[in-house]
């Protein structure tokens, strides 16, 4: 495999913390270089801002100028259409926000269509609907919450059919450790009361499988599950998919660290280039220049 060839996507969940300078951003970066230096170490990010703000033309262009060739966001339908309107009713906007990244269309990973907890197999198809409409030139993941969609049975036959029929990723949220701990730091307990608890399905139904996992903030208690993962994707790539991998973990500070293990531990089982050095650790004048 070339060394300079990835054949995986590896982020966090955000590029944007101030808490990051001198830990992993260099000492002097400023936020306008925040997106630089994170692409100078990882070659994908979850862009969970759309959920909440659309951003502008010029933003979307700038960000891809920020950013090496093979980088790849991993934008999150907004809110609105997910959460709100629950899907019904909103292909024009569908159209109108996936046309808006088309400036960087190299640079998408798939979009991530996060449903809340109460959108149930009864509404299954709205998504058929909007599926049927969504430009091929991208690709899409979808991430169900309702337990009804885990329910090894009709309504999870349904789902997966759905989505292989559309060559659709289904988001896998493994949040087992996250709740398994008996927690003390509050970073754990509010992430405790956000992020659900779903059962994990390890199956893909399109071809770049998209993990992501929150544990706790430390390197040896995510340790078996990042290991287990690591075997997992180990697979997914030997059977010819791109997966997309993303760490999260309570305290946001630690993900970097545990990107950087989680690739460690994919290592020993891929042959794969080794990460860039962190900026904080560089001592390069060129540092945010592509």
Partial sequence: MSKHVMPYHLGCSLWSLPEWKGVFYSEDAKPAQFLSQFASVFNAV??????????????????????????KFCFKFPKHITHEKRMYNVKGEVLDFVRLFEPIREKLGPFMIQFPETFSPSELYRLEDVFSILPKAFSYSVEMRHKDFFDHGRNERNLISLLKSYDVDRVIFDTRKLHSMKATESSIIEAQNKKPKVPVRFDTTGTRPVLRYVGSNDKLNNEPYLKEWAIIVAEWIGEGLHPYVFIHSPDRVSQAELCRYFHELLSELVDLPPLHTKPADRQDTQLGLF
């Fill in 46 to 71: 979850e862009g969970n801002s759309t959920f909440y703000n659309i951003p502008g033309r010029s933003v979307i262009e700038k960000w891809g100028q920020q950013t090496p060739r093979d980088f």
